[in-house]
């Protein structure tokens, strides 16, 4: 099965990417019988930030990031989408013309974005087109991802099929969204979806002492520390629990609603399990950012790797328009 799965390089990878898409995307790749095209969606992040030297940087945190949790870049490929970006942009536009304006007015993720950013510029509008052409130009089946984009893999679906339909032919692969319901959409630390645009986010290979700065300007109430506290209302057990062991929950909630346990510790305590569970990962991420030769080379392998796929892709599309 083939399996695809892109992150922005708008920002660090943050806990949302890594409980949401890294680690499930690195578990389906090592299945056999899958491949998996795993890449940086840096013309996507064009929408939201300009800086060279910034895309830059993030595209390596980015792609460490996939390293570090074990992505096998020999089997799979692994790429930036600015490398093949005429074959991406070129599809964009062929699916552009079969996308009608509504569905795109009605995305959620346009209308939640446009809502927040002072940039609001058309690039943010026809982004689900470009992740569209993103998928079919490689003929993915399977996009493990966060629940956010899951109205994006369907509108992917309905273009697709508008030009399968049109030329009564299979042209394009229809995928599939992959959403692990335990992990839904992880909140930030102001509740909102944490997003590496709204920087509400956790970045899990700061340093120890960045990591519990960060960890404390999670948003909780006022509840005083001597009282009892709701967990299922709060942002920092929420967090807790999609890392925590099923016992380690239950001692959790049970500090919760005797009262004496404050926000504050229940959060060292979190710094605390997100240091165990990320303690290797931590590690080989720090490792790939002190070489990024290596991280550039495997790129550069998978790119050329996957560039006769997204050609084959083109020809077939081209052929229909008598281009
Ligand atoms: P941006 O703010 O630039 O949109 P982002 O943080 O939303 O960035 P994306 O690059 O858009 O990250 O998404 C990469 C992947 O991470 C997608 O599969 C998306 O579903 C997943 N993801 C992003 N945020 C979360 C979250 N808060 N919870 C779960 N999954 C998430
Ligand atoms: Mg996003």
């Known amino acids: 099965m083939r399996i695809l799965t892109g992150i922005?390089?708008?920002?660090?990878?943050?806990?949302?990417?890594?409980?949401?898409?890294?680690?499930?995307?690195?578990?389906l790749s090592k299945q056999p019988g899958n491949d998996s095209f795993l890449f940086i969606a840096d013309l996507h992040t064009l929408t939201s930030l300009k800086d060279g030297e910034?895309?830059?940087?993030?595209?390596?945190?980015?792609?460490?990031?996939?390293?570090?949790?074990?992505?096998?870049?020999?089997?799979?490929?692994?790429?930036?989408?600015?490398?093949?970006?005429?074959?991406?942009?070129?599809?964009?536009?062929?699916?552009?013309?079969?996308?009608?304006?509504?569905?795109?007015?009605?995305?959620h993720s346009f209308k939640d974005k446009s809502d927040k950013l002072s940039d609001v510029n058309a690039g943010l509008f026809t982004y689900p087109v470009l992740q569209a052409a993103d998928i079919v130009l490689y003929d993915a089946r399977i996009i493990p991802v966060g629940k956010d984009q899951r109205q994006h893999i369907e509108m992917t679906r309905d273009i697709a099929n508008s030009v399968n339909k049109r030329y009564n032919k299979d042209i394009f692969v229809l995928p599939e969204a992959r959403i692990s319901e335990e992990v839904?959409?992880?909140?930030?630390l102001d509740g909102a979806k944490m997003s590496k645009s709204l920087n509400n986010y956790i970045d899990i290979f700061l340093p120890e002492k960045d990591l519990l700065k960060q960890i404390k300007k999670i948003v909780t109430d006022t509840t005083p520390l001597e009282e009892p506290k709701n967990p299922d209302n709060d942002i920092t057990f929420k967090l807790y629990q999609l890392m925590a062991s099923p016992a380690q929950v239950a001692e959790m909630r049970a500090n919760y609603e005797a009262g004496g346990y404050g926000y504050g510790h229940a959060k060292q305590a979190?710094?605390?399990?997100?240091?165990?569970?990320?303690?290797?990962?931590?590690?080989?991420?720090?490792?790939?950012?002190?070489?990024?030769?290596?991280?550039?080379?495997?790129?550069?392998?998978?790119?050329?790797?996957?560039?006769?796929?997204?050609?084959?892709?083109?020809?077939?599309i081209r052929a229909e328009f008598k281009f």
Not at 15 to 21: E, Q, R, V
Not at 292 to 299: G, R, S, V, W
């Open 8 to 27: 922005q390089a708008s920002g660090k990878p943050h806990l949302g990417n890594i409980l949401g898409a890294i680690m499930p995307a690195v578990e």
């Open 270 to 316: 979190l710094h605390e399990l997100m240091l165990g569970y990320f303690k290797e990962a931590r590690e080989k991420f720090d490792y790939f950012i002190a070489h990024p030769e290596i991280i550039e080379e495997k790129l550069a392998i998978g790119e050329k790797k996957v560039q006769p796929i997204a050609e084959a892709t083109i020809a077939r």
């Open 184 to 188: 839904m959409t992880i909140p930030g």
């Open 54 to 107: 910034s895309i830059r940087s993030n595209t390596l945190s980015i792609a460490a990031a996939w390293l570090a949790f074990g992505f096998d870049t020999e089997k799979n490929y692994f790429y930036r989408q600015s490398k093949l970006a005429a074959y991406h942009t070129e599809l964009m536009w062929y699916l552009n013309c079969f996308t009608p304006f509504p569905m795109l007015a009605n995305a």
